[in-house]
């Protein structure tokens, strides 16, 4: 059974710093894929990064590319989130996500991709 919990959310001010973690249990995949979302009130769930552990490719949206860096822990299922130069608009609900590995063509920002989710970790940015 696979897990996701992620942790680290918190209340900045503008210009801060946060890391987010990801603590993937059961998760097992030819080509491991870990994504980072994000849900704002009263907006669409949106993608904000993805990072596949055996390739060591990375995908970022543009709003949070130069600030935002994921990178892994593979010895201990971790993922992270490096959020930097944090903007109010930034505030939303983080999710991390996992997706099984079935050989077709998949889009690394797209929620539907993904077939896993954790509960979710807050964010709040102020200004």
């Known amino acids: 059974q696979v897990q996701l919990v992620e942790s680290g959310g918190g209340s900045v001010q503008a210009g801060g710093s946060l890391r987010l973690s990801c603590a993937a249990s059961g998760y097992t995949s030819n080509d491991p894929c870990i994504g980072w979302f994000r849900q704002a009130p009263g907006k669409e769930r949106e993608g904000v990064t993805a990072i596949c552990t055996a390739s060591g490719r990375t995908f970022y949206a543009d709003s949070v590319k130069g600030r935002f860096t994921s990178s892994t822990d593979n010895a201990n299922d971790m993922v992270y989130l490096k959020m930097n130069n944090l903007k109010p608009e930034d505030t939303a609900i983080y999710y991390c996500?996992?997706?099984?590995?079935?050989?077709?063509?998949?889009?690394?920002?797209?929620?539907?991709?993904?077939?896993?989710w954790g509960q979710g970790t807050q964010v709040t940015v102020s200004s």
């Open positions: 996500a996992a997706r099984n590995w079935d050989g077709a063509t998949w889009y690394p920002l797209a929620q539907s991709s993904y077939h896993y």
